[in-house]
């Protein structure tokens, strides 16, 4: 068979929808690196940052004001400090969250294969019995018994929500089924273990998994926001691109927008890298036709 | 003598690997026509490109960059119409010839235009009996329904009540028992056979000018297999119906067919009279055709020993070479050197009795 | 027609399955709930709640210690299995009316949104999967989750901010009773794009349909010249839909408290936070109750849906 021959579809290096690819993989690559750059910095203290030093001559100034590049709080403290420390809250927390839901979702979606109907059936009630808990009730409960400690809030987010991906891979599942795979799979001596991790999730639900996985990190850092809102998240000093918004907000209807606007932006600029990651993930290892 | 009802000229068709880089030739230089009331019989072996051809005809092809060049020519209403007019304007080739091309193709706007020019033509001219029936079933609904939907969208002045008499008599037609229950059948309920029998009764139930079926006795035990040939013929010369039918299988072939054509490897390599193919007595045949009948009528002939041992390492670019080489026991050492370096035509021998082998070269 | 009157059993078979699994769901949850309140700090309020249902006065008033779990959940359980929730330590009213005309607020405002959220998601999905304009789809696919990414309250404000601003006109509500149109348009659009709700559809479907599109019967539709949207339409959008729409309205009846805090809309999220904050106990307790209920309601009518339009439900 000859080697090395080119198919190239309408993508020709010209149009635009190359140079929107090339764009999005340098926005992806340049959002992400700085947030693991921030995150590097402010563990590891290589450069001090007063992130509780508070300037009183310029409380809620705007951006580009002299000595703070982002400007400052209502305490005048500087939003671009408090920015890079505040990725301290969120990038092993989210990332905790996200595992969790991926890792006993897909365990849970998974053992349905064995179609044991006991087995089912607790997989079933356990799911059901986690999606009817309302979540914001659980999280104000477990926050009101223990502490506002972001590693409770995520686990809180991240355990519900395994249903949702449990859901996800179980109906797959019966799909494959439909088609006589699993059943192939089984007389044809593949073992159980590889049958589930490769086979079904590897093969058939990894495009899935990388979608719900970008969509949970949003899920996550959205919600730590929102329990800041509530006074639940991340406590004061520390810094959480949550309670900055939060702080910020109680000075935006007269009149200073900066001050919420700038850790907003950084949410949505880096959620969006997360969900771009996974779709040019996704494209990558995609082969189903157009 | 009237036009074909169908004319294939010069069809290729790629399909692109990803993962491999590598552009697959499935179909090559494939030209044959159909004539007015005439049943086409197409045999090959598995992957050979069967089923890519009627996809390719019914304009269904969706992988990648698909056809590539060619002319498909359905014969409505005293005129032709190219479906695949103007394709060259929609895909650049550089180096056909050569081991390394580039094909470029725009595949949004020809699918556009290519599923355009098909609205009329499918249903009304052409329909197509799927080769893996319980698949080509819509699940959620009855395959009553489904019948009845294509008799209504291509019989206008129906109603629903008649629509659903046809169906059912469409269903008793092809030796379904107790059709009006098996109207309200889901597909996942009904057997293989069953499903293939309502999916011939769907194919016809349009009343299209051509039937294009992908092997439709499959499924079937033999006797049903003899009803349904024996309803095909039928409705063949009842309609004026004419037909291209795949199959592995000889005896449809000879029971059905007038004419047939060899598939290897995404080649014609024989194309004939069904007599002129099925001679088995015959030695005028294509060595791959020859093993084929062998293997079917002459069961003593063991052909398992039979294959050649062949250095695949030093075989050169696959489009250089006749396509049966790596496998061909015929290769006699004068014609050894042309097998190599090229691919042969198809020759012709004697009344439209075509073969691609060099040793026929006169 | 034999065929036809097969369909009814399986019908109530899952509709009594369904039944009993909710109810059983419901019971396991106010165990935890009921767990979780007596772990919490603040115990004696619990002590002072169980007296108040009324029952078991001597029983408690003996043994001053720490009660027992085990009775304190079944005098609760069975006092609310006779509809008796107790009354509100915080106002003295009975909770359950409360509760109930807060969930009915909050129903409104959620179906209001899975509506809206339907009828910008569809198109998009539509234009996304039929692959007309590849670049309007990708510019408003990145756009729908640009706007869902934003922090819910913080695009609230700067909607406040505008509509006082600019449009010098106050989007709150002053007055429960008399709730207009406007005051109400703004919560429901914001609870579409902060609840996640639009990428969820969008991603979802698009992947379901095209991943039915792909399938041998809807070629050999195309090959019929049927309207492929009929023979996807069960399978790729119908089923999805269902499941994705019971799956969030149990989320927005979380997401809804921010949206009522700010705009001062009387609903169950607010009511939640509210007895969370004041340790208003039998308030909590059955406003999860009720919410768990509704929640498990949704699940049974997608459910039922799903048997009535799936022919092959009552095989399985
Ligand atoms: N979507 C696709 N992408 C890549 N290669 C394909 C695709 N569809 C078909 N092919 C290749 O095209 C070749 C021809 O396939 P085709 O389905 O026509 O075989 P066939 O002659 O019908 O065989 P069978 O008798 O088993 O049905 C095969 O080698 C197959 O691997
Ligand atoms: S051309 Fe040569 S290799 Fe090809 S079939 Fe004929 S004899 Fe065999
Ligand atoms: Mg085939």
Known sequence: MRKNNTYVSERSKLSLKYWFDIT????????????????????????????????????????????????????????????????????????????????????????????????????????????????????????????????????????????????LISRRIDILRDKSFIEASIANGTPKYTLIVKHILWYNCRILLIGQAALGMAEAILMETSLSYLGFGVQEPTPSWGNMVQSGTNYLLQGNLWSSTIPALAIMFVLLAFYLVSEVIIKRIDRSPD | MTKPILEVKDLSVRFFLEKEKVLLPALNQISFHVNNNEVLGIVGESGSGKSITLLSILGLLQANPGIISGEILFNANEANINTLEDISSHIEIENFEKADEKITKKTNTWNKLHASRYKKILGNQVSMVFQNPRLAFNPYYSIGKQISESILLHQPNTDKESAKKTAIDWLKRVKMEAPELRYNNNPYGLSGGLCQRAMIAMALASEPSLLVADEPTTGLDTTIQGDILTLLEEIRIQQKLSMIIVSHDFNVMHRLANRVLVYYNGFIIEEGNTNNILDYTSDEHHPYTSLLLNTEFNQHVDVINKTKDTDNSQSKSFFNQCPYYNNCLKVTPEISNKCQSSIPPLLPLHDSHKIRCWRFEK | MIFRAGILKPISKTLFKEFFSSVFIIILLSMIIFFLVYISPGESLLQEYLLNLGGNEEEFSENSGPINIHQAYFSWLFASMSGNFGVSNSNGLPVLGQVLEFTANTLYLTFSALLISLCITLPVVMITVSNTFPTLSRFTNILIRLLSFLPLFWVAYILIYISTSVFDYYPLATDYEEITASQFILPVILLCLGSGVLVEIVQQLTYEIKRVLNEEYILCARAKGASVFKHLFKEGIAFPLLNLLSNRIAYLFGATIIIEQIFGWPGIGRLLWQATQDRDIPLLLCAVIICACVIRLSHFIARLIYVLINPRASHE
Do not use: W
Not at chain 1, 58 to 64: Q, V
Not at chain 1, 103 to 121: C, M, N, R, Y
Not at chain 1, 141 to 167: K, S
């Open chain 1, 24 to 167: 999005v993989i340098i926005y992806c690559l340049v959002v992400l690196g700085s947030v693991v750059i921030a995150y590097t910095i402010t563990t590891f203290e290589l450069v001090a940052f007063d992130y509780d030093e508070m300037d009183f001559d310029a409380i809620l100034s705007p951006p580009l004001s002299a000595g703070h590049i982002l400007g400052t709080d209502y305490l005048g403290r500087d939003l671009f400090s408090r920015l890079l420390l505040g990725t301290q809250a969120y990038l092993v927390p989210g990332i905790m969250a996200v595992s969790i839901a991926i890792f006993f979702g897909s365990l849970l979606g998974g053992l349905t294969v064995f179609g044991s109907k006991s087995a089912k059936k607790v997989i079933k009630i356990s799911t059901d019995l986690l999606q009817t808990m309302p979540r914001l009730v659980l999280l104000l409960l477990v926050v009101a018994i223990f502490e506002a400690n972001i590693y409770y809030i995520m686990l809180v987010v991240g355990i519900t929500n395994i249903p949702t991906i449990a859901d």
